[in-house]
Nanobody, 118 residues
Framework: QVQLVESGGGLVQSGGSLRLSCVASGSIFSVLTMAWYRQAPGKERNLVAS???????AYADSVKGRFAISRDNAKNTVYLQMNSLKPEDTAVYYCHAAIYYAQATYYWGQGTQVTVSS
């Protein structure tokens, strides 16, 4: 079994910064693409950023230039550095990863709340 555990969420003022972390543990041969999604109250869950094992990244238009995704393959960890936060960034942020053991399987973390006050 695999677990994804997020940390780093919290309350921050508009214009502030937060750094989210997500660690994958368990039966892992390799961690494939890792990503961050977010879901605001009453809205659907949307992709924020993703990163391949080789470091290629992609971002939602709404966070380009403000957020940066990175990973440490040796630690099976993905990070999301969030700068210039806005109230509209308020959401539960979920880590998502494709894990290869006997086959590729997708996993979700439990989510971490990010609240940006105006």
């Amino acid at each position: 079994q695999v677990q994804l555990v997020e940390s780093g969420g919290g309350l921050v003022q508009s214009g502030g910064s937060l750094r989210l972390s997500c660690v994958a543990s368990g039966s892992i041969f390799s961690v494939l693409t890792m990503a961050w999604y977010r879901q605001a109250p009453g809205k659907e869950r949307n992709l924020v950023a993703s990163i391949t094992p080789g470091g290629s990244s992609a971002y939602a238009d709404s966070v380009k230039g403000r957020f940066a995704i990175s990973r440490d393959n040796a630690k099976n960890t993905v990070y999301l550095q969030m700068n210039s936060l806005k109230p509209e960034d308020t959401a539960v942020y979920y880590c998502h990863a494709a894990i290869y053991y006997a086959q590729a399987t997708y996993y979700w973390g439990q989510g971490t709340q990010v609240t940006v006050s105006s």
